[in-house]
């Protein structure tokens, strides 16, 4: 696929600065980008690559300054982030396999599959299945009894989907997630050492446009449903206990952990192993930054979080710098204690 800086800049409705009329092969990062490349600049901090990239052009956002020439052609929007996204899809849209069920895949005959399905090599489907039109079951994928998939979801290989869960249109569940497992569900006999098994009778509802990291664990419900939102996006090595509630469009990092029964509401923005106890909730748009420990609910719609236990950004930051001077003051506090003992001594001489 070829463009010129100045067929994109009619794409976008966008200003392009410089030379129209290079032509651009490729898309690159701004730190490595070779010539023939689109790349973008969207944090400010990556501005001193811009410099010296060796890009044909880049997306830039329109009221960025330069301070310095820019060899690159510049092509001036409003968020090149986005921008870039959408060449992407066009440069790298990823290569579906063709509908069809392999001959090595294991299906009950009472699945039920829709228009336009693939489903790979030793691919295993248990009875009472659904698969909608347009649904891909890569190889090697475990799907449990009673499953139902939305249209065009994406189940990629090694991924286990356990009896009785419900998967919306347009998910995707990545490499060795496992959805609807048991629950860490536990009661401790009286007078011994060891647990007795809580049955987990739940399931797992993923609702549309969920996309499910690589290793990630959703757990079934013990009673009811386990229950991820619309449009949630999770990370890889996510634990999500079970019968949690994830609000919509909720996006959280890799390792990050959620207890039973946990609520975290929609537009919320959780950073990578930070770890939530169970029961308690997240307001609307809560932000947690990495390692946070929320160990009590989140009332206030919007806030962030930093530390653990969490605590309000502003006044987390405030703790941290505290905490660089410690040793400074430390030192300040020995010089104090010896000129009062040297005062004490001069006194007591008298």
Request: proline share 5%; charged share 20%.
């Amino acid at each position: 696929m070829k463009y010129t800086a100045k067929e994109l800049g009619q794409l976008f409705g966008a200003a392009v600065e410089g030379d129209e009329t290079v032509e651009i092969t490729t898309l690159a990062r701004i730190e490595d980008a070779p010539p023939g490349s689109l790349t973008f600049l969207h944090n400010l901090k990556y501005a001193p690559f811009l410099y010296e990239c060796r890009a044909a052009a880049v997306l830039a956002p329109t009221d960025f300054k330069p301070e310095r020439p820019v060899n690159a052609t510049l092509i001036r929007v409003a968020e090149p982030y986005m921008a870039f996204y959408v060449l992407l899809k066009q440069f790298h849209d990823e290569k579906l396999p063709a509908p069809g069920i392999s001959e090595h895949a294991v299906v009950h005959p009472s699945v039920e599959i829709g228009k336009n399905v693939y489903i790979g090599p030793y691919a295993v489907v248990e009875s009472g299945a659904v698969l909608s039109d347009g649904v891909k079951i890569y190889p090697f994928v475990y799907i449990g009894s009673n499953v139902f998939i939305g249209q065009d979801s994406i189940v990629h290989p090694h991924a286990v989907v356990h009896c009785d869960t419900q998967i919306g249109r347009r998910c995707a569940i990545y490499s060795g997630a496992v959805v609807g497992g048991d629950g860490f569900g536990f009661v401790p006999q009286d007078g011994t050492q060891s647990y007795v098994k809580v049955p987990q009778v739940g399931n797992v509802v993923l609702e549309d446009e969920v996309e499910v990291g690589a290793n990630t664990c959703i757990d079934r419900a013990m009673l009811g449903s386990t229950l991820v939102r619309r449009g949630v996006k999770l990370d890889n090595l996510i634990q999500i206990g079970h019968n949690v509630e994830i609000g919509e469009n909720t996006a959280m990092a890799a390792m990050a952990g959620v207890s039973g029964s946990a609520k975290i509401g929609k537009n919320c923005m959780i950073g990578g192993q930070a770890g939530i106890i169970g029961h308690l909730s997240l307001a609307d748009g809560t932000k947690l930054g990495a390692q946070t420990g929320v160990t009590k609910s989140l009332t206030e719609p919007g806030a962030a979080y930093r530390g653990s236990p969490a605590y309000p950004l502003r006044k987390q930051l405030e703790m941290e710098a505290l905490q660089r001077k410690l040793p400074e003051m430390y030192k300040k506090l020995q010089t104090l204690e010896a000129r009062i003992r040297e005062l004490e001594h001069n006194h007591s001489t008298r």
